[in-house]
C-alpha cells in the first residue's frame, strides 16, 4: 500500500497523531505507517505535548477536540517551546475551518479527505516549516 513517499526520493517522516477517538488515532497511524511514515498515536494533549517533546518527530496531526486542552493550546505549546517549535502542525476535524479564523498550525485538514492529501499535506507542511525555520535560525 505504499504510495511511493519513500521510493520517491522522501526520508521515512516521523508522525505522531493526537485524537482523543482512539479509533481513528489508530487508524490513522497504521495507515501512515503503511505509507511509509513512521507513525505513533496518543488520546490526550497533554500527552501529545510531551510525547512530541521526547520523540523528535517532524510532524504533528491533531485534532481540534480533545478531552483535556483543545487543539489550539496543544499548537501554542508546542510553538512555544524550543525543542518542538520546528514541529509542523496539521490540524484535522469533522468540524470545518472557520473562514478568517487564524490558528498557529501549518495546515488545516476538514474531514473527510482523501489519504492521498493527508500524505501530501504532511509533506509540504514539513518542508514549508523546515524552511521557514531555516530563515529563523542559522
Known amino acids: 500500500m505504499d504510495d511511493g513517499t519513500q521510493s520517491a526520493g522522501h526520508e521515512r517522516l516521523k508522525v505522531l497523531v493526537i485524537d482523543d477517538n482512539k479509533a481513528h488515532a489508530e487508524g490513522l497511524a497504521e495507515l501512515l505507517s503503511l505509507s511509509g511514515f513512521e507513525a505513533s498515536c496518543v488520546l490526550t494533549g497533554e500527552e501529545g505535548v510531551e510525547v512530541a517533546r521526547n520523540l523528535g518527530v517532524d510532524a504533528v496531526l491533531l485534532d481540534m477536540n480533545l478531552p483535556d486542552i483543545n487543539g489550539f493550546e496543544v499548537c501554542r505549546r508546542l510553538r512555544r517551546d524550543p525543542r518542538t517549535s520546528s514541529i509542523a502542525v496539521v490540524f484535522h476535524t469533522a468540524q470545518g475551518s472557520v473562514p478568517g479564523a487564524r490558528h498557529p498550525g501549518d495546515a488545516f485538514l476538514s474531514y473527510p479527505v482523501a489519504m492521498k ?22
Not at 117 to 138: F, H, L, N, Q, S
Open 117 to 138: 492529501e493527508v500524505y501530501a499535506t504532511i509533506r509540504k507542511a514539513v518542508k514549508r516549516r523546515r524552511e521557514t525555520m531555516g530563515r529563523i535560525i542559522p
